[in-house]
């Protein structure tokens, strides 16, 4: 069977009707960013489907505009922490209490711009869906002009270890309910993020809990405040997107021009200089995280950053390039703390490497980008459709059978 086929048989089999689960077992719930790689790949062979995943998202968006990183349809007992842990959240639908990437509008924009009055009309119907999440990005998760995140969860990069300095400045809390991981079941502990890091995880959806899921409060007074080069260049590049089909459907662009803008001024803040690469920093102390990650590269993504950021940047992906074989892994291979087969410690991902290749090809750099885009197909070629994989010998790693790897191969074969 040819691996097109296989991806879209994966997809086939991860569909609960609507919506995508990313992999069964570990994952049996729809993920906000998931679900938008997963429509690029649908669309594919049935953009009816594809537009499903879009609205069925959608559906689980808060009164205040965020649209939550997991949306629970169901009460899987083989899931931790599920909808009763994050207790009374305040979407239509139970939900986390967070948020993730915002790749949404650049996915939408994509999957219409054929200029047909289908796409028009497709666009209209989501557009201040969309809007209204970005909204809620600039106002309740903006800190002196920069964009924040408050849990590691949010920047779907769970245990980078980009996040050890936010949480080594928080505690676990002391009245931490006990709770029994579900994940550690589903996939090899050693590919996980540690006991302690999930009991800060935990400790932070406690403290969410505790000011009733405002979304304010938990910015300012939360645990864990870091600023992600991750949603930070997502989002300044869904703000163009967004603000492109705003023209495109006639509507006002004042307020999104002036997202953009501040955008544009906060890539600075995120630029390390001693390692000459965008990283995490933790928002209240300033301090920068110490590694170059997958989401360094996509200053280019989001066509942002001084031409000097971006040849500093290059240079980093070459010397990276040279010591594993497989780009992009998810964390300095020349840091301590590399580890090759742990999670968003140093496997590379599929739907980072999509963005990366994207965003290079996009600005002109197509040697590299070639090479983000060829090392992902040949790891698949290798071992199948993994969640990531060991950037080092390109096996697959933590859960197989998944639905991001399929939607990204499906979408480069077309
Ligand atoms: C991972 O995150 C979840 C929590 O949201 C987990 O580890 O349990 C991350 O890789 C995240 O980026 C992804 O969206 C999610 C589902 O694939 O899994």
């Known amino acids: 069977m040819s691996l097109t086929q296989k991806a879209i048989d994966i997809l086939t089999k991860n569909d609960r009707g609507g919506y995508t689960i990313p992999t069964s077992g570990l994952y ?44 629970f349809r169901s009460d899987d007992p083989d899931y931790f922490p599920g909808p009763s842990r994050w207790g009374n959240t305040l979407g239509p639908i139970p939900s986390t209490g967070i948020s993730q990437p915002p790749v949404l509008a650049t996915v939408v924009r994509t999957l219409t711009d054929n200029a047909t009055a289908q796409d028009k009309a497709r666009r209209a119907e989501v557009y201040d869906a969309l809007y209204a999440s970005h909204k809620w990005f600039h106002e309740a998760r903006t800190v002196a002009g920069i964009v924040t995140t408050v849990h590691p969860w949010e920047t779907g990069r769970d245990n980078c270890p980009e996040w050890n300095i936010g949480l080594d400045g928080m505690t676990v809390a ?116 110490g590694g170059f990650s997958n989401c360094s590269a996509l200053c280019f993504y989001a066509d942002s950053g001084t031409p000097e950021q971006r040849a500093k940047t290059l240079e980093n ?26 999670y968003w410690c140093g496997p590379l991902w599929p739907q980072m490497n999509y963005m990366t290749a994207l965003g290079l090809s996009e600005q002109g750099e197509n040697a590299m980008a070639e090479r983000v885009r060829a090392d992902l197909c040949r790891a698949i070629e290798q071992s199948g459709f993994w969640e990531c994989f060991n950037p080092v010998t390109g096996e697959g790693c933590v859960s197989s059978q998944f639905s991001w790897t399929a939607a990204v191969w499906l979408s480069w074969q077309h």
């Not at 790689?37 to 879009?54: C, H, K, N, P, Q």
């Open 174 to 289: 002391p009245d931490l309910a006990p709770y029994t991981r579900m994940d550690n079941k589903h996939s090899d502990p050693k590919f996980r993020p540690s006991q302690e890091q999930y009991d800060k995880f935990l400790t932070i959806v406690q403290f969410g809990q505790s000011v009733g899921w405002d979304q304010r409060r938990l910015t300012d007074e939360g645990p864990f405040l870091m600023a992600d080069p991750n949603i930070h260049f997502v989002l300044l590049r869904a703000d163009k997107d967004l603000r492109a089909m705003a023209v495109d459907l006639g509507k006002p662009t004042d307020e999104i021009d002036g997202w953009i803008d501040k955008g544009e001024a906060a890539t600075d803040y995120l630029w390390n200089d001693d390692l000459g690469a965008f990283t995490a920093r933790d928002v209240r102390t300033g301090q920068f995280s």
């Open 28 to 71: 049996p719930y729809q993920w906000n960013w998931d679900s938008a790689f997963v429509a690029l790949g649908i669309a594919t062979y049935d953009f009816t489907r594809a537009w499903s995943e879009i609205t069925t998202l959608i559906e689980g968006q808060w009164p205040d505009g965020m649209i939550p990183s997991i949306i």
């Open 317 to 342: 992906m070459e010397r990276i390039a040279a010591r594993v074989d497989y780009m992009l892994p998810s964390w300095d291979p020349d840091a301590a703390d590399f580890e090759p087969q742990r």
